[in-house]
């Protein structure tokens, strides 16, 4: 077994290994084959050396990515241990603001497809944004509407997600009509309350210069000097998307977030987002980005989680193709 030491200069050891080498167990993980040992500033590795190799290619991403920008989570980790982690490292992610948020927070892309995500809203009037839960599709959008609305580029933001778990029929819920779609808007609401203060949040809300609706109500309107986002469109029919696509007014902005995993309209009947993405592929102004992995910014549980149900219903359509040769 070969063996050899990488030191570490210009670093605390501790930001970098973490409070009883929590980080560094976890970058280990990665490497089961090879063993790892700290002491002081050096580490010493043994094992293959094409593991070896590939070991410290990946510590000095870790090492150029605490240096740059002065913090380093598992989360962090897990994006570099990719193959694209050398590209997050030198994309320019981070570097633009899209708002300011409460508490003076700056709210920017953390991932290379949140970048992306920016990117085509700028380019393009109508954007597809697709992928697993906590990948920040919803979150990044509604923040380039607050920008957008800040900037004055558009005079009002509406924000719209079909209430399929109520089969569009909410009157069974007690109170009013903002108190029977509050549950369904949540997502949208913990966004926005992020990045607008409170009071002001509510009054944007009275007035009609934000508006929270279901995707029902959109219908035999047209969205003009507005930031639209429909959120959870997987849940949304052929013909409903096709009747939210065909409001859109002259200066208006689109964006379209989904989860094709989690799917609640009844069995057999086709996604509308399913349906707009293979239709709306290609067509000139309409930007796709698909996220995954890679961008989930939540627990580091959620990108085990994703990963798990992936290989599960992976297994159940190989078990399904065998059936059906059968």
Do not use: C, W
């Amino acid at each position: 077994m070969l063996e050899r030491k990488i030191e570490i200069d210009g670093i605390n050891p501790a930001e970098l290994f973490g409070v009883n080498n929590k980080k560094l167990k976890h970058i280990k993980g990665f490497f089961p084959k090879l063993k790892v040992v700290a002491r002081g500033n050096v580490l010493t590795i043994a094992g293959d050396e094409e593991v070896m190799d590939e070991f410290e290619r990946k510590f000095n991403l870790i090492i150029q990515h605490l240096n740059k920008y002065n913090n380093l989570d598992e989360n962090n980790i897990d994006n570099l241990m990719l193959e694209e982690g050398s590209k997050m490292l030198n994309s320019t992610m981070g570097g633009e603001i899209l708002v300011h948020g409460n508490q003076g927070a700056k709210i920017k892309a953390k991932t290379i497809n949140q970048k992306k995500l920016v990117d085509l809203v700028n380019k393009n009037d109508m954007v597809f944004a697709v992928g697993p839960a906590g990948t920040g599709k919803t979150y990044t959008a509604v923040a380039l509407a607050v920008r957008a609305l800040k900037s004055k580029e558009v005079k009002r933001i509406i924000l719209t997600r079909p209430a399929v778990e109520a089969g569009e029929n909410l009157g069974f819920l007690p109170g009013d009509l903002k108190e029977k779609l509050d549950p369904y808007m949540m997502p949208l609401y913990d966004a926005l309350r992020d990045m607008i203060p409170a009071e002001k949040l509510a009054d944007m809300i009275e007035f009609g210069i934000i508006e929270i609706a279901p995707l029902a109500f959109m219908r035999g309107r047209t969205l003009d000097k507005a930031f639209v986002i429909l959120d959870e469109a997987q849940n949304s029919t052929k013909m409903q998307m096709k009747m939210f696509l065909t409001r859109m007014g002259m200066t208006a902005k689109f964006v379209v977030t989904g989860d094709m995993s989690q799917v609640d309209l009844p069995h057999k009947q086709r996604s509308g987002l399913a349906y707009a993405l293979d239709s709306l592929s290609g067509v000139e102004g309409v930007g796709i980005i698909r996220m995954g992995q890679a961008d989930v910014i939540r627990h580091n549980l959620v990108k085990r989680i994703i990963d798990a149900f992936d290989k599960e219903d992976a297994k159940e359509k190989e078990g399904n193709r065998k059936k059906d040769k059968d």
